[in-house]
């Protein structure tokens, strides 16, 4: 089994696996983020991929679904109905389902420094008129409005998904997804970036955020300084700020959904980010029996389950209302609550485009959002480009 070295919870799956059943042990190999995608493609090209993978889902698994290397899932042999049905979307292909979920969700939310913004006369924004009010009112309090680590670009990223979830509904980005290079060109595509480029060009991110790394933690210091009202990120923010801020955390971190788009066809309960990692099973596997064993038993289990609530994060299974109900920090329950709540009711989660599309797109649609954030190209441009990237 290959995963990422950052899995630790993950990991002591295994290890409760491999206690009971010393014959038929799992050997976990851990690697570091920016090269496993690369390591795990040329092994599946030299027939030496692992019996079990962990991925993203989205394209990149799609890819190797295609290829004919991956073995369907069932209710039957994994269990695969205790799943959040929304998190299973993203490996799900021709109505099979080809891994499981073996993490925490991590939808993209909107933080706020509630001090910061009760101080400029601001409410969390609801829509996005709300939204352009409350930048106006924070940067006329000399604070930036929206921290961004635009250096980094794949939080910029973000605003483009929700925007165009918002603006034109899901089916466009999955049609995107699903090959349909064409769409980029759709108008609310163009319309996305029109919003994104207003909100550049309205100050909403502050003068310095193409200096901004997310790595070095300078976007999530801005919130909990004071520096910044808002931050749009990943459900792992939350870790980050708890270990950083803790005092911030438990008095004036506040958190809210995506603003909407009143007269966008998308719904505004949607939301966007990973879902979860997945874990899938090598169609050449001499190990079947044993690898569906794990995934039925082992892979978020009840300990699994404790293991994630208790760091912080949900784990995307059904039923885990007294779960939550019996969480003592008062902090905690809140933002699990939130978190789940905001996933069980979401018609459509959609997965990270750099994630969802395949592995060639990613560093074009990465430079290209980047370019359109800076303005260097118009709204249409951004479509234009991307689509001549994936034909």
């Given at each position: 089994m290959w995963a990422l070295n950052d899995q630790t919870i993950l990991k002591d799956s295994v290890d409760a696996y491999n206690e009971d059943h010393p014959d038929a042990k799992i050997t976990l190999s851990l690697y570091a983020n920016d090269d496993y995608k690369q390591k795990l493609r040329v092994a599946f090209g030299a027939n030496q991929a692992p019996d079990i993978f962990f991925s993203w889902g989205g394209g990149a698994l799609n890819d190797y679904v295609k290829a004919g290397k991956v073995d369907a899932l069932t209710?039957?042999?994994?269990?695969t109905d205790r799943f959040t049905p929304s998190v299973m979307q993203s490996a799900t292909f021709d109505g099979k389902v080809y891994g499981v979920p073996a993490n925490g969700l991590a939808p993209v939310v909107l933080y706020y420094n509630k001090k910061v913004l009760a101080d400029a006369g601001v409410e969390p924004p609801k829509t996005y008129d709300d939204l352009l009010t409350a930048v106006k009112k924070l940067k006329a309090k000399d604070v930036v409005p929206l921290s961004l680590a635009a250096n980094s670009k794949w939080p910029t990223l973000m605003y483009?998904?929700?925007?165009?979830d918002r603006e034109g509904g899901s089916q466009v980005f999955t049609d995107i997804a699903s090959g349909d290079a064409a769409k980029w060109k759709d108008p609310s595509v163009t319309e996305a970036n029109r919003r994104l480029q207003e909100l550049a060009k309205a100050g909403a991110f502050g003068d310095n955020a193409s200096s901004?790394?997310?790595d070095q933690g300078a976007s999530t210091a801005l919130l909990y300084t004071g520096k910044a009202g808002m931050e749009l990120m990943g459900t792992w923010e939350y870790a980050n700020i708890a270990k950083a801020a803790p005092d911030f955390l438990k008095s004036d971190l506040g958190y809210t959904a995506f603003p909407s788009l009143p007269d966008g066809a998308g719904d505004a309960s949607s939301i966007v980010g990973n879902p979860s990692n997945f874990l899938s099973l090598n169609s050449s596997t001499k190990n079947k029996s044993?690898?569906?064993?794990?995934?039925k038993d082992y892979v978020l289990d009840d300990s699994q389950v404790d293991a994630y609530l208790a760091a912080g994060s949900v784990p995307p299974v059904k039923g885990l209302e007294s779960k939550l109900a019996a969480v003592q920090s008062s902090t905690d329950k809140e933002w699990l609550t939130f978190v789940y709540d905001l996933v069980r009711n979401a018609p459509g989660f959609q997965l990270s485009w750099d994630q969802a599309l395949p592995s060639d797109q990613a560093d074009p649609l990465l430079t290209n959002t980047d370019k359109s954030f800076l303005r260097?190209?118009?709204?249409?441009?951004?479509?234009t480009n991307m689509s001549k990237a994936g034909s």
């Open positions: 209710q039957a042999n994994a269990d483009l998904e929700y925007l165009l901004v790394s997310y044993a690898a569906l064993t794990y995934f260097e190209i118009s709204p249409a441009g951004f479509g």
